[in-house]
Nanobody, 127 residues
């Protein structure tokens, strides 16, 4: 059974950093484009970043560009999202998602381009 499990969320002060992990089981991550989305209370799910199957293409939303970095370790079947300079606008539940259809060419894409989702991990930014 295909499963994605996020970890690494938590409470951090403004300006701090977190690294989220997305571990896959039941399938090989190599063949999937991976995306990170986030959803704050009362808001729509927002695409944050994506990485292509080989890791050669990455994209970021304007709101996180320059602060977040996505990477993948196919040998460990894991994708990471390093988040630096966290702001008050960043708190949300962060979701990892996989797709064999999304290509991560020019943008992250919408949630409907991704087929498999993790349960999410909460990120809170507060002093």
């Amino acid at each position: 059974q295909l499963q994605l499990v996020e970890s690494g969320g938590g409470l951090v002060q403004p300006g701090g950093s977190l690294r989220l992990s997305c571990a896959a089981s039941g399938f090989t991550l190599n063949y999937y484009t991976i995306g990170w989305f986030r959803q704050a209370p009362g808001k729509e799910r927002e695409g944050v970043s994506c990485i292509s199957t080989g890791g050669g293409r990455t994209n970021y939303s304007d709101s996180v560009k320059g602060r977040f970095t996505i990477s993948r370790d196919n040998a460990k079947n894991t994708v990471y999202l390093k988040m630096n300079s966290l702001k008050s606008a960043d708190p949300a539940v962060y979701y990892c998602t996989a797709s064999i259809f999304a290509r991560c060419v020019k943008e992250v894409g919408g949630p409907n381009e991704y087929t498999d989702w993790g349960q999410g991990t909460q990120v809170t930014v507060s002093s």
